[in-house]
């Protein structure tokens, strides 16, 4: 029986398109994860890593925390925000404050268990929950609120430091017989932790308090994880810088050292002195004008 005779294989010359075309596949998706890594939102991974640590009980990032809790557990730093001109700068002065507040922790861990601290830009944020400052609804003080101030107080105090505080609130409405509304309650809030601060023995000019209800959260508040994470009191912590005194200047834009002042006009021909004008700040209800005598003759024109 004859043989079948095979045919000769044809050699296939495009078989380089297969391993382009994967090597291109992989280069776009390489390009596609490095667009997408470059538009993360640091904030919002901020918010992220803060809440999932709370939630397991670990930092993420256990070289960037500091921990103020007791039981050496840490509680993640948000990372400084930076400013025009660079990355943010931390002054002295507060560099001071925020390791003496890392020296408290470890030897009062209980006092100041619950408090963030935060660099932002040139400012250091003291951040206490809510649920250690106040029970739902109320601006009273709780025990564990009292302790943590009066912790913190004497470090304040004994530093070229201005101190803000801030109330927060989440976004559910309250009103009553007490608070209208949510800036009432977050006013009301931060009042009484100046109140407070005041009585610990910082001076009453390097204190300030304000509220923002619920338009600054910090987390969303459609859970009620979020919700807590919104109620809280930051204590915004500054270096003090004197006010120097301004030079008082009119409403008119005239300089109020000059104001009543009379200022001669120029005649009709330009050379001879007309009559006086009362300038700004003159009464305006009296006539001041003065007409000068016209020069006599022989007699030289100034």
């Given at each position: 029986?004859?043989?079948?005779?095979?045919?000769?294989?044809?050699?296939?010359h495009e078989r380089w398109l297969v391993s382009y075309a994967d090597f291109?596949?992989?280069?776009?998706?390489?390009?596609?994860?490095?667009?997408?890594?470059?538009?993360?939102?640091?904030?919002?991974?901020?918010?992220?890593?803060?809440?999932?640590?709370?939630?397991?009980?670990?930092?993420?990032?256990?070289?960037?925390?500091?921990?103020?809790?007791?039981?050496?557990?840490?509680?993640?730093?948000?990372?400084?925000?930076?400013?025009?001109?660079?990355?943010?700068?931390?002054?002295?002065?507060?560099?001071?404050?925020?390791?003496?507040?890392?020296?408290?922790?470890?030897?009062?861990?209980?006092?100041?268990?619950?408090?963030?601290?935060?660099?932002?830009?040139?400012?250091?944020?003291?951040?206490?929950?809510?649920?250690?400052?106040?029970?739902?609804?109320?601006?009273?003080?709780?025990?564990?609120?009292?302790?943590?101030?009066?912790?913190?107080?004497?470090?304040?105090?004994?530093?070229?430091?201005?101190?803000?505080?801030?109330?927060?609130?989440?976004?559910?409405?309250?009103?009553?017989?007490?608070?209208?509304?949510?800036?009432?309650?977050?006013?009301?809030?931060?009042?009484?932790?100046?109140?407070?601060?005041?009585?610990?023995?910082?001076?009453?000019?390097?204190?300030?308090?304000?509220?923002?209800?619920?338009?600054?959260?910090?987390?969303?508040?459609?859970?009620?994880?979020?919700?807590?994470?919104?109620?809280?009191?930051?204590?915004?912590?500054?270096?003090?810088?004197?006010?120097?005194?301004?030079?008082?200047?009119?409403?008119?834009?005239?300089?109020a050292g000059t104001a009543g002042k009379a200022t001669p006009s120029a005649?009709?021909?330009?050379?001879?002195?007309?009559?006086?004008?009362?300038?700004?700040?003159?009464?305006?209800?009296?006539?001041?004008?003065?007409?000068?005598?016209?020069?006599?003759?022989?007699?030289?024109?100034?």
């Open positions: 029986m004859a043989r079948k005779k095979k045919h000769a294989e044809h050699v296939n291109i596949t992989l280069l776009f998706a390489f390009f596609v994860v490095m667009f997408a890594v470059s538009q993360v939102d640091s904030k919002r991974v901020g918010r992220f890593t803060e809440a999932f640590s709370k939630a397991v009980g670990e930092d993420m990032f256990p070289g960037r925390g500091t921990s103020l809790l007791p039981e050496g557990q840490a509680i993640p730093e948000a990372a400084p925000e930076e400013k025009e001109g660079g990355a943010a700068e931390l002054p002295e002065e507060l560099k001071r404050v925020k390791e003496k507040l890392a020296q408290l922790a470890s030897l009062n861990g209980d006092a100041l268990a619950g408090l963030l601290v935060i660099q932002k830009r040139n400012e250091l944020v003291l951040r206490l929950s809510d649920s250690v400052m106040f029970e739902s609804g109320d601006d009273r003080l709780k025990a564990p609120a009292l302790a943590m101030i009066h912790t913190l107080a004497p470090e304040l105090a004994a530093r070229s430091v201005d101190v803000r505080v801030e109330g927060h609130t989440d976004d559910r409405p309250i009103s009553n017989a007490r608070y209208r509304s949510n800036w009432d309650l977050s006013t009301a809030r931060a009042t009484a932790v100046i109140v407070r601060l005041s009585a610990e023995g910082i001076p009453d000019a390097r204190l300030a308090a304000a509220g923002y209800g619920q338009f600054r959260p910090v987390a969303p508040n459609t859970s009620e994880e979020g919700r807590k994470q919104n109620r809280r009191v930051d204590l915004v912590v500054a270096v003090s810088v004197p006010e120097e005194p301004g030079k008082p200047v009119s409403s008119l834009g005239v300089d005649g009709a021909d330009g050379g001879t002195p007309g009559r006086v004008t009362p300038s700004v700040g003159a009464d305006a209800g009296a006539s001041d004008e003065k007409t000068l005598p016209p020069p006599a003759a022989g007699e030289a024109k100034p």
